[in-house]
C-alpha cells in the first residue's frame, strides 16, 4: 500500500475534476491563454460541482471538503489549465481560509458570497504603496501590486498596516479601487492585478484580522496557501511530463520514435523521480490538515520540491520537444512560463531555504 | 584569460554600442516581435556583420574571438539582436566563406559581410531536426538547373534573408552523402517563405518556413560539389556553436548585472543567501566565459575545436538557464514582470539549448571526440 491512499470519495472527487478538466477547459485553454482571462461560465460551471470553494462548510454554501480533496482539485485543474488552479488556490487557500479564521461576524456574510459562486481576490503585496490618509475613519491612498484574483473578485482582502499595526481588511471592489494588468511571465490567466486605490474608505468593522491574531493567522494561511500552490506545481509538472512522453513516443528522427534515445528516457525519468518525489509531499502535508497533525514543515517542505520540480519539467518538457517547443503550437512553453511564475509567487526558493533552516534550528 | 589590449578595446567599444543603443530597444523589440532593422543598419556601419571576414570580402577582417565577443556583449541586452547577428554571422557567412568559390564569394560573401544583404541558413526541416542528415528536401538536375522541392522550418531571418543557404538531397536513401547545399535568393520563383513561428523568446527574431515548389536555381549557386552538403553544414554548425555559447553567455551576464543591479537597489548585498547565488552564477559564467573563448582561440589558431565549440555551447546554455531562472528568484515577484529584463533573459536563454544541436547532440559530439564513433 502506498503512502497516498484516497478514500472513496476523495477518487469520485479526483474523477469528476479530471472529467470537467477535460471536457469543459481542455478544448478553450489556448483561448484563455491569449485572452488572459477565464470566461466566467467557466466559474459557474466549478461552482456548481462544488469544486470552486470547496473547504467552505455546507452552512455556508460549499462543499466542506478536506484539504486532500483541496489538493486534488488544484493539481486536477493546473494539469489543463495553471492559471485556473491558481485562482481555486487563491479562493480556498488565502481567501476561505482567513475567512474562516477570522472572528469578525461579517466573514461569514463573506463565505456564504464565496458559497455561492463569488471570487476573492488576496493582496501579495508585502512592500505595497499605500498611504493612510486618516486613521478614522480608515482612508487609503496608493497602488497594491500581484493582487491574486484581483481581475475577477468582487471583494478583495488586504492587510494594511495603522497605527495599531498590521491587520487585514475586507474590501468591497469599487470605483474607488482601479485595476491594471501587469504583464507576467506566467499565470497570465490567473487574473493577478494592480490596484490603485483613490481615497477608499474602509469601515472599522471590515478588519478581520489585527493584534497578535493577525500575525499567527497569517502564519497559517501562508503555509496552507503554499500547500494549494504545491498542488498547481504538481499539475504543471505532470502536464509537462505527460505531454513529452505522447511526443518522445511520436517524434521520429534517425528512424526511431526519440523516446528509445537514452538521453530522452533519462530526461523523462528524472521528471517522474521528481513528480512522485514532491507528490508524497504534497499530500503527506494535506493529510496532515486532515488528520490535525503537524503541517508547518511539512507545507513548506512540499511547495518548494513541488514548485522547483515543476519548473524543472517545464524547462525539459520544451527541450523534449526542441525547436516545436519553443515555439506556441504546444503547451510546453507555457509550462514552462507558468512553474516559473508559480515559484515566485509564494515564498521564492531562496525565502523557503531560510524559512526551513530557520524552523530546523528554532 | 587574458584579453589583448586589442579584443579589450573592441569588447568596450561593442559594449558601448551595445548599452548606448542595443539596450534602451530591447524591451520594445521583444514586446512588439519587431525586427531590429535600425540596428541591423547600425552594426553593418559597425562593420560587425561579416567580422571574421576579411577585408579583401567585405568584412572586418578580424578573428573569431572578436565575433564571440560581440554577440556576447550585444547578447547580454538583447537576445533577438544578439541571434540575428550569430546566425547571420556563423550561418548565413560562414558557408559561402568556406566553401564558396572565388566567384561566388564576389557575388554573395562581399554584400553579406558589408550588411548590404541578410544572410540565413535552410538546413531544419520538420522531420529533420537533431537529424540533420534526414533531410527531405530534394534536388533533381533538369538540363542546366536544379529543380528543388521540400519544405525547411525554424529558418532563424528566413523571411527577411536576401541570401539563404540550404540543403537538398539528390536521394534520401543515400543517407549523408546525398546531401549538396546550395545558395537561393529571395524572390527566385517557386522559392516562398512560409509561416512565421509564434515563439517563446527570441521574440524579435524572426523564425520561419522555407518552402520550395519546382524551384529552378542555376548550377552556379551550388556551393563546393555534389554531395559535399553534409560536410558544409557539420563545419557551419560546429563554428556556428561558438556564437550560440557566446550568446547563451551573454544572456547569462546579462541576467548577473540585472541581478546585481537589483541586489544594490533593495539593499539586499548583505545578505548571504544571496551573496551565495550571486557567487555561484558569476564563477559558472567565468568558466563559460574560458570555454567560449577557448573555442574561438582554437578556431582562430587552426587547432581542432569541434570538441571545444560543443563544450562550450552546452556549458554555456546549460549555465545560462541556471543562471536567469536563479535571476528572477532574487528578483522575486518583479523577476516575472517586464519592469526588469530577468524573465526575457529566461525565455531567450532556452533556445540556446536547443538551436544548433540540442544539449543532447553537443554531448554525443563530446563523447565521439572522446570515444570515437
Known amino acids: ?362 | 584569460m587574458i584579453l589583448s589590449q586589442r579584443h579589450k578595446e573592441f569588447r568596450e567599444k561593442i559594449r558601448a554600442f551595445a548599452d548606448n543603443e542595443v539596450a534602451p530597444r530591447a524591451k520594445e523589440i521583444d514586446k512588439k516581435s519587431e525586427f531590429p532593422w535600425d540596428l541591423i543598419k547600425r552594426m553593418a556601419e559597425l562593420k560587425l556583420l561579416g567580422l571574421y571576414v576579411p577585408e579583401e570580402y567585405g568584412g572586418a577582417g578580424l578573428d573569431v574571438l572578436s565575433y564571440a565577443i560581440a554577440v556576447e556583449e550585444i547578447g547580454r541586452v538583447c537576445g533577438s539582436t544578439g541571434i540575428f547577428l550569430a546566425a547571420h554571422s556563423s550561418l548565413g557567412v560562414f558557408p559561402i566563406y568556406y566553401a564558396g568559390t572565388e566567384e561566388q564569394k564576389k557575388k554573395w560573401l562581399i554584400p553579406l559581410a558589408k550588411g548590404e544583404k541578410i544572410g540565413s541558413f535552410g538546413l531544419t526541416e520538420p522531420n529533420a531536426g537533431s537529424d540533420a542528415a534526414g533531410t527531405q528536401t530534394r534536388y533533381k538536375l533538369v538540363g542546366d538547373k536544379y529543380i528543388i522541392n521540400g519544405t525547411k522550418r525554424f529558418i532563424t531571418s528566413g523571411h527577411v534573408a536576401d541570401v539563404i543557404i540550404f540543403t537538398a538531397t539528390k536521394d534520401p536513401t543515400l543517407g549523408y552523402k546525398g546531401i549538396s547545399a546550395f545558395v537561393v535568393e529571395k524572390g527566385t520563383p517557386g522559392f516562398t517563405p512560409g509561416r512565421e513561428e509564434d515563439k517563446l523568446g527570441l521574440r524579435g527574431s524572426i523564425t520561419s518556413e522555407l518552402i520550395f515548389e519546382d524551384c529552378a536555381i542555376p548550377q552556379e549557386n551550388l556551393l563546393g560539389k555534389e554531395g559535399d552538403g553534409f560536410k558544409i553544414f557539420m563545419e557551419t554548425l560546429d563554428g556556428g556553436r561558438i556564437s550560440i555559447g557566446a550568446l547563451a553567455l551573454g544572456i547569462a551576464q546579462g541576467a548577473l548585472d540585472a541581478s546585481i543591479k537589483f541586489v544594490k537597489e533593495n539593499n539586499l548585498h548583505k545578505e548571504q543567501s544571496i551573496q551565495s547565488r550571486i557567487a555561484e552564477m558569476s564563477t559558472e559564467i567565468e568558466a563559460a566565459r574560458l570555454l567560449v573563448y577557448h573555442a574561438a582561440q582554437l578556431k582562430d589558431a587552426g587547432l581542432p575545436y569541434v570538441k571545444e565549440s560543443a563544450m562550450a555551447k552546452y556549458y554555456a546554455s546549460t549555465i545560462g538557464m541556471k543562471a536567469t531562472s536563479l535571476a528572477i528568484d532574487i528578483h522575486g515577484l518583479f523577476g516575472i514582470t517586464d519592469e526588469y529584463p530577468v524573465e526575457r533573459f529566461l525565455r531567450d536563454e532556452k533556445l540556446m539549448e536547443i538551436g544548433e544541436g540540442t544539449s543532447e547532440i553537443q554531448k554525443i559530439v563530446i563523447a565521439r571526440q572522446l570515444l570515437g564513433k
Open chain 1, 1 to 362: 500500500m502506498g503512502l497516498i491512499n484516497l478514500n472513496n470519495e476523495q477518487k469520485m472527487v479526483q474523477n469528476e475534476v479530471k472529467k470537467f478538466a477535460l471536457q469543459e477547459i481542455e478544448p478553450i485553454v489556448q483561448e484563455i491563454e491569449k485572452n488572459a482571462g477565464i470566461p466566467e461560465v467557466i466559474f459557474r460551471k466549478l461552482n456548481e460541482l462544488g469544486i470552486l470553494s470547496p473547504i467552505i462548510p455546507q452552512e455556508y454554501g460549499g462543499a466542506g471538503f478536506d484539504t486532500t480533496s483541496l489538493c486534488i482539485i488544484i493539481e486536477e485543474l493546473s494539469k489543463i489549465c495553471a492559471s485556473l488552479g491558481l485562482v481555486v488556490a487563491v479562493n480556498n487557500g488565502l481567501v476561505a481560509y482567513s475567512l474562516m479564521k477570522s472572528r469578525n461576524e461579517k466573514s461569514k456574510t463573506y463565505l456564504k458570497r464565496l458559497g455561492n459562486g463569488e471570487l476573492g481576490g488576496f493582496d501579495i503585496d508585502f512592500d505595497k504603496n499605500l498611504q493612510i490618509i486618516s486613521q478614522n475613519p480608515l482612508k487609503i491612498n496608493g497602488r497594491s501590486r500581484f493582487v491574486l484574483s484581483g481581475a475577477y473578485a468582487k471583494f478583495l482582502l488586504l492587510d494594511i498596516k495603522t497605527e495599531n499595526g498590521w491587520s487585514l481588511y475586507l474590501i468591497e471592489s469599487s470605483d474607488k479601487s482601479k485595476i491594471t494588468n501587469p504583464y507576467l511571465l506566467g499565470m497570465r490567466s490567473a487574473g493577478i492585478v494592480d490596484i490603485t486605490f483613490d481615497n477608499l474608505e474602509i469601515p472599522d468593522d471590515f478588519c478581520l484580522l489585527d493584534g497578535t491574531v493577525y500575525n499567527t493567522t497569517m502564519e497559517e494561511t501562508r503555509d496552507y496557501f503554499n500547500l494549494c500552490l504545491s498542488a498547481v506545481g504538481l499539475g504543471i509538472a505532470q502536464a509537462a511530463l505527460e505531454a513529452s512522453i505522447k511526443y518522445a513516443k511520436e517524434r521520429r528522427q534517425f528512424n526511431r520514435p526519440i523516446c528509445e534515445f537514452p538521453m530522452v528516457q533519462e530526461m523523462l525519468a528524472e521528471m517522474k523521480i521528481r513528480i512522485e518525489s514532491s507528490r508524497n509531499l504534497v499530500y503527506d502535508a494535506a493529510i496532515r490538515y486532515d488528520t490535525k497533525e503537524e503541517t508547518r514543515m511539512a507545507v513548506k517542505i512540499a511547495v518548494t520540491a513541488s514548485t522547483e520540480s515543476a519548473v524543472y519539467c517545464g524547462i525539459k518538457g520544451v527541450q523534449i520537444f526542441g525547436g516545436y517547443g519553443y515555439t506556441k503550437d504546444y503547451p510546453v512553453e507555457r509550462y514552462l512560463r507558468d512553474a516559473k511564475a508559480l515559484e515566485v509567487l509564494g515564498d521564492s526558493p531562496i525565502k523557503l531555504r531560510e524559512i526551513i533552516a530557520r524552523e530546523l534550528i528554532s
